[in-house]
């Protein structure tokens, strides 16, 4: 009787140390699955974004549009010169910095999303600018369309597979599109000229399906007022018809990527300055040395110019001094 029990004792001591063990070695497979997984997003999402930034890399080298194709759907973000993917509040979250020039909506959750390249030259060039539009982004474009040459201009070198839409400022009415908004992730609505409806009755037709921003632009003063979701109002101004797509493409988002734009043109600026100051110390015409000295003093203008008219103004400036000294066959500034 006795050696029954401690030999039922001795089963009992093996079943608990075998439930025990098991339980060890099914929590560490869990936790080994969830590293092994948790890894794979993290080797995914940098991946994916290691694609994106080589495919932006190889199509920037020319001007040109393209529908990129990701193989998949991706939470993309994009971020003042940051990719990333995933969410921040997410085990697969990541970010890599671009020296890319980006125009674009915050968030891309598309496998296709359009993709559209323009040099940015003030009066020499200083990048390439890059608008991402995926097809659930509306942009409504109502203008002057039947009274405007530069209007119909501006709108007709957007490409096609940009998915810009256009209506008549006379022949707007909030009502036509809602169907339209309720099917986007974001509605833009661009005025070029003054507004026919403001924020809060745009709001009221389109607020409820998605983000509504609001931008409204002037074109002869090289000027606009932009509208987010909240309603809050932002004055900008922006710096040749290329950063005017920027501001289009990004909409509340575009002062952050203007700022770096303007950053990079400031250093290209400084290397013309540089070359100016070289080629000065090699030239022996005094046509030519008075030429490149004006040239000189209007880039260390422009190098710190800060003002739209100063902008604007030394632009037209360098730009015929450079003409001036290809006519009279000296080194030009650029």
């Not at 974004?49 to 990701?70: I, M, Q, R, Y």
Request: include cysteine; charged fraction near 25%.
């Amino acid at each position: 009787m006795i050696k029954s029990k401690k030999g039922n004792t001795h089963l009992l001591f093996k079943w608990i140390f075998g439930v025990i063990a098991g339980a060890i070695i099914l929590a560490f497979f869990i936790k080994f699955s969830y590293v092994h997984l948790s890894g794979e997003s993290l080797i995914e999402g940098n991946r994916i974004l290691l694609t994106v930034d080589n495919k932006l890399d190889a199509f920037g080298v020319k001007e040109g549009t393209d529908v990129f194709d990701l193989k998949g759907e991706f939470n993309l973000g994009f971020d003042c010169g940051v990719l990333s993917s995933g969410t921040p509040e997410s085990n697969n979250f990541f970010e890599r910095k671009t020296d890319k020039i980006i125009f674009t909506q915050p968030k891309i959750n598309e496998r296709y999303f359009s993709v559209w390249t323009k040099k940015w030259e003030a009066p020499y060039g200083v990048s390439t600018f890059y608008y991402l539009k995926d097809k659930n982004s509306v942009i409504l474009f109502v203008g002057p369309s039947s009274s405007s040459e530069d209007f119909v201009n501006f709108v007709g070198r957007i490409p096609s597979n940009m998915g810009i839409q256009a209506v008549d400022t006379t022949q707007f009415n909030p009502g036509d599109f809602v169907s339209t908004a309720r099917q986007s992730s974001k509605f833009t609505v661009v005025y070029f000229g003054n507004p026919t409806y403001d924020w809060s009755t745009l709001k009221s037709q389109y607020g409820n399906f998605g983000d509504l921003e609001v931008v409204v632009v002037n074109l002869n003063e090289h000027i606009a007022e932009v509208y987010d979701t909240y309603g809050n109002k932002e004055d900008v101004f922006y710096f040749g018809d290329e950063m005017l797509y920027g501001l289009i493409f990004s909409g509340s988002k575009f002062s952050c990527t203007k700022e770096i734009a303007m950053n990079r043109f400031n250093l290209l600026t400084r290397i013309h300055l540089e070359k100016v100051g070289r080629i000065m110390s090699k030239e022996n015409r005094p046509v030519c040395v008075d030429l490149l000295n004006e040239a000189r003093k209007m880039l260390e203008n422009y190098q710190f110019a800060l003002t739209k008219t100063e902008l604007y103004d030394l632009l037209e400036k360098v730009g015929r001094q450079n003409l001036q000294l290809e006519r009279e066959d000296c080194p030009t500034v650029y």
